[in-house]
T-cell receptor, first 114, second 115 residues
Framework: EAGVAQSPRYKIIEKRQSVAFWCNPI?????LYWYQQILGQGPKLLIQ????????DSQLPKDRFSAERLKGVDSTLKIQPAKLEDSAVYLC????????????FGNGTRLTVT | AQKVTQAQTEISVVEKEDVTLDCVYE???????LFWYKQPPSGELVFLIR??????QNEISGRYSWNFQKSTSSFNFTITASQVVDSAVYFC????????????FGKGTKLSVKP
């Protein structure tokens, strides 16, 4: 079984620039999550999709962050414009259901905003 | 607010020692799930164990065991005979909200196992 794929692995941008991250979940997993992990902290949920619908985006800074999951498979997370405090690892995870099953995480994208 | 506390920031042990990682959570939910994840230096979060709130039977799986006490809202994780490869950050992560399925991660405990 192929795991959760994310790209790019690393990204360095200047503040006020835009950036996009891509995630391909495990085949058949209906639920997809984006987490932000700042250095030294636990991951924080940004947005959760069930198929191609948003279930929870209460912690997504909607003035600068956006995410979509077209056709209920791949997902992209965008930041525009980026701020210094957005420097973090962005983790994508998928699960066959909501709550009961463990999440499968990708390797993450490490974003550095200078 | 529902949250999780991992009071131990860093733990250092010598190989073959047993080590217990503490986790205390807060919730008003009557049904929930509890998870432990491991994050090695490579960065990928790896699932370790899961426990249902309505099943307080503690189990052992290889070198891993856990102690779930609903009365004290604790879900501690023990590694027996630790190995250098166990060095990682360990996260306790309850799932609240019934079918909502959102993991709430603690700040993590960094475990260093020295040879």
């Amino acid at each position: 079984e192929a795991g959760v794929a994310q790209s790019p692995r690393y990204k360095i941008i200047e503040k006020r620039q835009s950036v996009a991250f891509w995630c391909n979940p495990i085949s058949g997993h209906a639920t997809l999550y984006w987490y932000q992990q700042i250095l030294g902290q636990g991951p924080k949920l940004l947005i959760q999709f069930q198929n191609n619908g948003v279930v929870d985006d209460s912690q997504l800074p909607k003035d600068r962050f956006s995410a979509e999951r077209l056709k209920g498979v791949d997902s992209t997370l965008k930041i525009q414009p980026a701020k210094l405090e957005d420097s973090a690892v962005y983790l994508c995870a998928s699960s066959p259901d909501r709550g009961r099953s463990p999440l499968h995480f990708g390797n993450g994208t490490r974003l550095t905003v200078t | 607010a529902q949250k999780v506390t991992q009071a131990q920031t860093e733990i250092s042990v010598v190989e073959k020692e047993d080590v217990t990682l503490d986790c205390v959570y807060e919730t008003r939910d009557t049904t929930y799930y509890l998870f432990w994840y491991k994050q090695p230096p490579s960065g990928e979060l790896v699932f370790l164990i899961r426990r249902n709130s309505f099943d307080e039977q503690n189990e052992i799986s290889g070198r891993y065991s856990w102690n779930f006490q609903k009365s004290t809202s604790s879900f501690n994780f023990t590694i027996t005979a630790s190995q250098v490869v166990d060095s990682a950050v360990y996260f306790c992560a309850p799932v609240y909200g019934g079918s909502q399925g959102n993991l709430i991660f603690g700040k993590g405990t960094k475990l260093s196992v020295k040879p």
